[in-house]
T-cell receptor, first 111, second 112 residues
């Protein structure tokens, strides 16, 4: 099992550009989620999904879109990047009642 | 949502036992206590989970008093590689985890 795979590991964007952060898991987990982590802070939940076709907003959803067309994939889209979205992004998944598995993160800089 | 409070940072020396206490005064009946560890440039990793009394695994112990309003993560004989941020989370294990809140955690520095 590869676990939770995130791509890319690093990305630099200009203000206003769009991009998609990819997240895939091979553990057949129902739940997938995206977090952002700013320097010296904990993780804040952006969006989550409890199954294919089901998504919902977390604590800080503005500026981000998600979709869940398959159990394995949960991409995060930035429609118009802003400097305030400079952060490290983590994808996580779990089976209900079990521990969260995290990806290795994507470091995003918006200039 | 049960809010947790932990020390922002702690220092220790190699070989010592480290105890990190987390306060969760409004923990609910169905809530479990879970600890995660995060190394720099990595995602958090599960350490241990418990509901009451004591839980022990190969890396840590978790002590939970009868009133469950706090918990203590114990790391025996720490090494330099235990330098990390430790997060205490409280939530209903029966849900998916969307209500788990990662606060700033406790930054543990292990010195030689």
């Amino acid at each position: 099992n590869a676990g939770v795979t995130q791509t890319p590991k690093f990305q630099v964007l200009k203000t206003g550009q769009s991009m998609t952060l990819q997240c895939a898991q091979d553990m057949n987990h129902e739940y997938m989620s995206w977090y952002r982590q700013d320097p010296g802070m904990g993780l804040r939940l952006i969006h989550y999904s409890v199954g294919a076709g089901i998504t919902d907003q977390g604590e800080v959803p503005n500026g981000y879109n998600v979709s869940r067309s398959t159990t394995e994939d949960f991409p995060l889209r930035l429609l118009s990047a802003a400097p305030s979205q400079t952060s490290v992004y983590f994808c996580a998944s779990r089976r209900r009642g079990e521990k969260l598995f995290f990806g290795s993160g994507t470091q995003l800089s918006v200039l | 949502l049960a809010k947790t409070t932990q020390p922002i940072s702690m220092d220790s020396y190699e070989g010592q036992e480290v105890n990190i206490t987390c306060s969760h005064n409004n923990i609910a009946t169905n809530d479990y206590i879970t600890w995660y560890q995060q190394f720099p440039s990595q995602g958090p990793r599960f350490i241990i989970q418990g509901y009451k009394t004591k839980v022990t695994n190969e890396v840590a112990s978790l002590f939970i008093p009868a009133d469950r309003k706090s918990s203590t993560l114990s790391l025996p004989r720490v090494s330099l590689s235990d330098t990390a941020v430790y997060y205490c989370l409280v939530g209903d294990r029966g849900n998916y985890g969307q209500n788990f809140v990662f606060g700033p955690g406790t930054r543990l520095s292990v010195l030689p």
